[in-house]
């Protein structure tokens, strides 16, 4: 489940400091785009930036942000995260159509959980951290 455009543009601002941005808004575009369809919240859009930023001095191609995505959800597997189910496209975010019982805190900060075990694991892990 892609994440908005505007939200996956504002992940990106992050790396604008990095060397080789593309001068081309086209390019821009589909780095925009790339993102965006690779993240399944606004979480993951930051983590896969947060992690390219950690890594690198230079702006990311479409396909290098792919594979820090793609590491990243490897990364989740091996710290024991349960699968997910066909809802959340085994990300352990709900859509937003059957989030309807969230509550108003988690709406707030624009996460949803699926009910099943990958969400609700990725919800306790979400309160743990609100927590800290
Ligand atoms: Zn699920």
Known sequence: MPIAKKAASEQLRRLNGLNFRPMDDVAVTEITDTLAQVANSSDDAAEVVSTWLRENVDYPKPSQLIE??????????????PGGCSICSYTGHAPVTVAQSDTVLEYVRGVRFCDCALGLWRKQKWQERGAA
């Open 68 to 81: 820090t995505a793609r590491r990243m959800i490897e990364r989740r597997k091996s710290n024991g995260a």
